[in-house]
């Protein structure tokens, strides 16, 4: 007897060129020279990273580049204990809400160098980069953040930030 | 002012992990069939046909909506594709219940649909973009950091997202086209349930479901010679903001604040708590049930997670939230939005069997998509408004 058949699969592609726009490209040329800018909007000052060249609040464009800190902490997070297609890193691993020195809408990124278990709200962390001649305009320059060992930031600094 | 807008037909399928019996066209017809059934319409009576659903990525089949004209019945009239993320079949009901409150047609019918088991939503929620690595481990990893700031916000007890997600099950064994029926689910089974993104668990996940919603949508005149007692649009409003911006709070989102304000103020509705019978609410996590309620205003913030410990949301609870057994229970994501408008309607009509709340005449249905950025409301009652 022959096995019905109720569907096949059929793997699809797709391959894209991706214009990122002025502002994330100087974000992203930043990134290859291991810098982190972002942009601040004329009417409310609030620092955006990525910026994307206007702030979404007060829909003006941002012109004025800002340098960040490589350091920041850690708003919210999640331990990831599935394995997925594409996955950037092996499970269990922390995916974390970096808010930057400087900046007011955090950054997810992974974060290493800690047992999850030990992983707080508050945390501060910094970014661990490639080496120099690996630098990329990516977000793959940063390879994850880990802690500093500075105390807590306390819940009320970041609470606007969830 | 907009002219009145009735349901007088209801379909959903069986859902399923799996409905390797149709094809996607075949899903949506068993919905569609159904609705009209319930209507005693064909689709030769039918006006305009609007349909949802969620990312084309999922199924990989781009526009959909293509293929499906002449399943559905569209040929030689309108056919609109509507597309909000999670909140589509929310939005997709809204769009046609537009198109009769604007007098614009007598019979629209309205479908969403979802068919998980030929998707890979997982690796379409993992996308590889310059600005992030690929660590958002789909909508479970985008979702979960939320929960974590609520439950430090609002001090929950951690157990509240596993009593939901009982709730949830137990009620859906009261609706035969579930696609959960976990007839020995206790709270210690929740518990020992793997963390996949912790807070939470697996069994505080929706599962994954192929499966189809729909409606037939009616003019006050067409309602007339419907051969069931219609539901009512009361009230509905969308709600949209940016997915992203300083101080942007996605434990509790304005644009869900204001997309609630907004019907509650069209329905005359001053305390929703007392004055709505039932809610059919978008909980994919566990955890959004407190968040939703505090978000809807039934609670006051911080406190949402009471009415979960309290049994107020509870089958037998002043506001039974999702006595369908919710998306916990069945998530065919495209449809989920529409099962819960479709669901709060056959709570006013007296036609939830099982899971009927005894005298409800005022319903809410809920649905929100994308980084918890579109929201869709509708609120229907057993009186014409």
């Not at chain 2, 929620?125 to 979702?143: D, E, H, M, N, R």
Request: net charge negative; charged share 20%.
């Amino acid at each position: 007897m022959s096995e019905q058949v109720y569907g096949i699969k059929v793997p699809i592609r797709l391959d894209y060129t991706y214009v990122v726009g002025t502002a994330p490209a100087r974000f992203l040329r930043g990134l290859a020279q291991g810098k982190i800018v972002g942009q601040r909007c004329p009417s409310c000052a609030k620092v955006y990273v990525p910026p994307r060249g206007s702030c979404p609040t007060c829909g003006v464009p941002t012109r004025d580049d800002v340098a960040l800190s490589d350091k920041g902490i850690v708003t919210t997070f999640c331990v990831v204990n599935i394995p997925f297609a594409g996955s950037a890193v092996k499970a269990p691993y922390v995916s974390a809400s970096v808010l930057l020195d400087g900046a007011d809408i955090p950054l997810f990124h992974l974060l290493q160098e800690v047992a999850t278990e030990d992983v707080r709200m508050g945390m501060r962390v910094e970014a661990v980069w490639v080496p120099n001649d690996e630098l990329q305009p990516s977000m793959n320059s940063i390879r994850y953040f880990r802690p500093t060992g500075e105390p807590d930031a306390p819940f009320e600094s970041f609470k606007e930030h969830l | 002012m907009a002219n009145p807008c009735a349901i007088a037909g209801i379909g959903q399928t069986r859902h399923a992990s799996q409905r390797a019996d149709v094809s996607i066209a075949g899903l949506v017809r068993e919905a569609a069939l159904r609705a009209l059934e319930d209507a005693a319409l064909t689709f030769a009576d039918i006006d305009a046909v609007v349909i949802g659903k969620a990312p084309d990525m999922f199924e990989g089949v781009m526009m959909p909506e293509l293929m499906l004209a002449d399943a559905l019945g569209a040929a030689g009239k309108p056919m609109l594709r509507v597309h909000t993320a999670g909140s589509v079949g929310g939005s997709t009901a809204l769009v046609a219940a537009s198109l009769v409150q604007a007098g614009i047609h007598e019979r629209v019918l309205t479908v969403a649909f979802e068919k998980q088991s030929e998707s890979d939503a997982m690796w379409a929620l993992a996308p590889k973009i310059p600005f992030q690595p690929t660590v958002v481990a789909g909508a479970g990893g985008y979702f979960a950091p939320h929960i974590r700031a609520y439950i430090r916000r609002s001090g929950a007890p951690l157990d509240i997202g596993m009593r939901v997600a009982l709730k949830d099950r137990l009620n859906a064994l009261r609706n035969p086209y579930a696609h959960l029926h976990q007839e020995d689910i206790t709270l210690e089974q929740i518990a020992q349930s793997p963390m996949l993104w912790d807070p939470i668990r697996y069994a505080e996940t929706c599962p994954s479901s192929d499966g189809a919603c729909a409606m037939v949508l009616v003019s006050e005149q067409a309602a007339r010679s419907a051969p069931h007692r219609p539901a009512w649009v009361h009230a509905s409003a969308m709600r949209s903001e940016p997915t992203m911006f300083a101080g942007r709070d996605q434990v509790n989102p304005r644009a869900g604040q204001e997309c609630a304000a907004a019907v509650y103020h069209q329905a005359g509705i001053t305390d929703p708590r007392r004055e709505i019978d039932a809610a059919e609410i978008y909980v994919p996590f566990s955890w959004y049930e407190p968040m939703w309620m505090e978000n809807l205003g039934f609670a006051p913030e911080g406190t949402g997670w009471r009415m979960t410990l309290e049994g107020a949301t509870a089958f037998d609870g002043d506001l039974p939230v999702n006595p369908s057994g919710g998306v916990l229970s069945s998530n065919p994501i495209g449809a989920s939005g529409m099962l819960r408008f479709a669901e709060a309607a056959m709570q006013v009509r007296g036609q939830a069997g099982e899971h009927q709340v005894d005298g409800a005449k005022r319903a809410l249905g809920h649905a929100y998509g994308g980084g918890s950025q579109f929201f869709a409301m509708w609120i229907v009652g057993s009186e014409k408004p």
